[in-house]
């Protein structure tokens, strides 16, 4: 029957994941099983500074380049994570950059990265993960190099740097923790709108913005009406909404595999029903595709050594009850 890609596209929505170039290129069924159920494939770490600049004055797009080949072959949608983040940085990149060659080293990446890829990308994460209220600053923003060295308003470089080397991207803030009813993340909600209102009414070219949504399953709930409030307050900025990174942890879950994978359903379906109730909710991308392949083995494991079950596809690629919960989420958008 009809694949995620279809269920989306038949509500005008785009499904896709994101992947690595080494798990399509060494697993046929996995990259059959993507191009079946995708519409757009975003690079896991292939478009990351570590990834793509091995020295200063060196760009190797080998890598990104292959998952851009990949998508035009099977005419996916191509998105770009992320011109700008304060982690995986290269090596040299502590000892190269300071407040002096900081702003010519980031706008040499923008425009060269963005540039490379200009009219090929559906959308691109501009800036990830800026805002961090724990970082205690009135503008919430994260203490990051990028902060220190240029100051807030190097998120309007990078913005106004990416809109010139691609005007045809949608252009996203992406970040995370903006999804449950808790002080934590009611403060990232409420700091990321006031940027977001800054950047809009100084003419900053963010045209969207990234709701990671990596999920918990287990006893944090989400507040349907909070949540769907904030994506009102977005939306009523001018900006489009993606959910970039959908994934649910099932680390404090049962280990009934069958239990586990009902719950991790629910979830699925009980955050998409509110989300995909905005009108200006255009796309929903998984972290991944198949539990073979998600950073949650490593980063989340599980304490009784079962294999975690956060995606729509099993290990053998085969449709679980979060891929049956993602597609009724899209039948009934
Ligand atoms: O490619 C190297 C490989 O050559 C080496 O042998 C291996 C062991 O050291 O490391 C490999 O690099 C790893 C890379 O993923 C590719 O698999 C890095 O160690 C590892 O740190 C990196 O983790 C990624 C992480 O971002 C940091 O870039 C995760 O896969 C990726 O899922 C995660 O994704 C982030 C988003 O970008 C932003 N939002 C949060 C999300 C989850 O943390």
């Not at 996995?30 to 159920?37: D, I, L, Q, T, W």
Request: charged share 25%.
């Amino acid at each position: 029957n009809a694949s995620l890609r279809e269920w989306a596209a038949a509500k005008g929505l785009i499904y896709g994941a994101a992947t690595q170039e080494y798990m399509l290129s060494s697993n046929p069924q996995f990259a059959s099983s993507f191009v079946r159920e995708c519409a757009m494939l975003v690079p896991e770490d292939e478009l990351k500074w570590k990834s793509l600049r091995p020295s200063l004055n060196r760009f190797d797009f080998t890598r990104s380049d292959r998952l851009a080949q990949f998508a035009k072959t099977h005419n996916l949608l191509f998105r770009g994570h992320t011109l700008l983040w304060h982690a995986r940085l290269p090596s040299w990149f502590k000892s190269t950059v300071n407040h002096r060659n900081a702003r010519q080293i980031m706008l040499e990446h923008i425009t060269k990265v963005a540039g490379h890829y200009a009219g090929q990308m559906h959308s691109w994460d501009v800036v990830n993960e800026a805002v961090f209220p724990e970082d205690g600053r009135s503008d919430s923003l994260r203490i990051t190099p990028w902060l220190r060295f240029l100051g807030s308003d190097y998120l309007d470089l990078a913005f106004r740097a990416a809109s010139t080397a691609d005007p045809q991207a949608l252009l996203v803030y992406n970040d995370y923790g903006m999804e449950y009813d808790t002080p934590k993340d009611e403060a990232k909600r409420t700091a990321v709108l006031k940027l977001l209102e800054r950047l809009r009414s100084q003419g900053t070219p963010v045209q969207a913005l990234g709701i990671q949504a990596h999920l918990w399953g287990g006893e944090t709930r989400f507040n349907p009406s909070q949540l769907r409030a904030f994506l009102k307050d977005i939306a009523s900025l001018g900006l489009k909404i993606l959910i970039t990174e959908l994934d649910v942890t099932d680390k404090h879950l049962p280990s009934d595999i069958h239990l586990r994978d009902r719950l991790v359903a629910g979830i699925y379906q009980d955050y998409l029903s509110v989300v995909l109730d905005e009108p200006e909710v255009i796309a929903v991308i998984t972290w991944g595709l198949s539990d073979r392949y998600t950073w949650l083995s490593q980063r989340q494991a599980r304490r009784d050594g079962e294999a975690v079950r956060p995606l729509p596809l099993d290990a053998n690629m085969r449709r679980k009850e979060a891929w049956k919960a993602i597609a009724r989420a899209f039948k009934q958008a």
